[in-house]
């Protein structure tokens, strides 16, 4: 006799099959013995008035889950701290209100120090005590994260000199009427650029906590944390894009690899052979040797070829202007894009795309 399948056994199977991935992705990785000042990754997340409560809350459950085992939410692996101008409350714009510490009360140096701003009406009551945490924080050499509007925070503040922002695509004009002589971008979650770090906020606060995550502590919490948070991962078209468009061959060595995935997150503003060198915990000797040795070719031309292979696809599989594509590829002018095309692929950008257009 057979017996129909009820939903709820379907859900009961799911549940299941979702609490034995969590334990297994849990027992991966190392032990979970850390205190708060062990922590693999620290972050203080500032908060100013009026600033949005989905980006907080995306960013500090990112965290949480993966700190500990299970669902028990010790900050374990990972530590966070709220904080304010002084302690006490910060409304947020939906008009709830947090509990924060006062930044005088932790000198400590993070990992990272992300600053979530507010209503952009609110830029000129910023208190002056912010401004004097930054340069504290900044002279400790402390990654400083601008989500959401906390890009508009730091370029005011003088820290995105020679920096590309990653906003919103709402807050994308504001952006560059108030900064003209800032780089901006609004066609990704968010943007390493060195020490600085820009996110646009709503739910790519999720994708950024997730790679800050398995930079610092493995890709099994990274993994917990988009399981548990129901999440895709890098599923976007702009992803989907690079991978179709750079097809890099697989490499064996492990920081060739870490190296690689950096030089793809970041086309539009290019990081430096020795950011990239220490985000991989190498030097930048090692980093050319294993480069050499795997693909025959320096880090820093592979990287050069990858943009303009980006680049290409581009033009042959999308109606971008040549503008938008030379600086999404990172180049700093269009004159700098077309010499580098041509001499790469002997011919100009827009005679590729021509021809391109003329065999179909």
């Not at 991978?243 to 190296?259: E, T």
């Not at 290409?312 to 999404?328: F, V």
Request: glycine fraction near 10%; charge should be positive; charged fraction near 20%.
């Amino acid at each position: 006799m057979t017996f129909p399948i009820e939903e709820t056994d379907l859900v009961r199977s799911d549940s299941y099959a979702g609490r034995e991935l969590v334990k297994r992705l849990d027992r991966d990785g190392p032990a979970s013995t850390r205190s708060r000042a062990g922590a693999e990754l620290n972050i203080g997340l500032l908060l100013l008035p009026t600033f949005p409560l989905l980006s907080l809350a995306g960013f500090c459950d990112a965290l949480r889950h993966a700190a500990d085992l299970g669902d028990q939410s010790r900050p374990l692996r990972c530590a966070w701290t709220l904080l304010g101008t002084q302690a006490g409350e910060v409304h947020a714009s939906c008009n709830a209100s947090v509990r924060v510490e006062g930044i005088d009360q932790h000198p400590e140096r993070f990992d990272y120090l992300v600053v979530i701003g507010g209503l952009l009406s609110h830029l000129d009551s910023i208190d002056r005590r912010l401004w004097d945490y930054l340069a504290a924080k900044d002279a400790q050499h402390v990654p400083l994260i601008g989500m959401c509007t906390g890009s508009f925070v730091l370029a005011l503040g003088g820290y995105m000199k020679d920096r590309v922002a990653c906003v919103h695509a709402y807050h994308y004009e504001d952006y560059k009427r108030l900064f003209p002589g800032l780089g901006v971008m609004t066609h990704t979650d968010y943007l390493l650029d060195g020490n600085r770090i820009t996110c646009a906020g709503g739910v790519s606060v999720i994708e950024l906590a997730t790679r800050l995550i398995g930079l610092h502590c493995g890709a099994d919490r990274a993994a917990k944390v988009i399981h548990q948070m129901t999440v895709s991962r890098r599923g976007g078209a702009s992803f989907i894009e690079r991978r179709q468009a750079l097809g890099y061959p697989s490499v064996d060595n492990v920081q060739a690899r870490h190296a690689i995935v950096l030089m793809e997150e970041n086309l539009e503003a290019p990081l430096t052979i020795e950011t990239i060198a220490k985000m991989t915990g190498t030097s930048v000797r090692q980093l050319e040797r294993v480069f050499v040795g795997s693909l025959g070719v320096s880090p820093k031309n592979f990287y050069r070829t990858m943009r303009l292979r980006y680049a290409r696809w581009l033009l042959l599989n999308s109606t971008r202007p040549l503008n938008d594509i030379a600086y999404g590829c990172g180049f700093a002018d269009l004159a700098h894009f077309i010499r580098s095309f041509r001499a790469v692929y002997g011919m100009t950008p827009g005679k590729l795309r021509a021809a391109g257009k003329d065999a179909t």
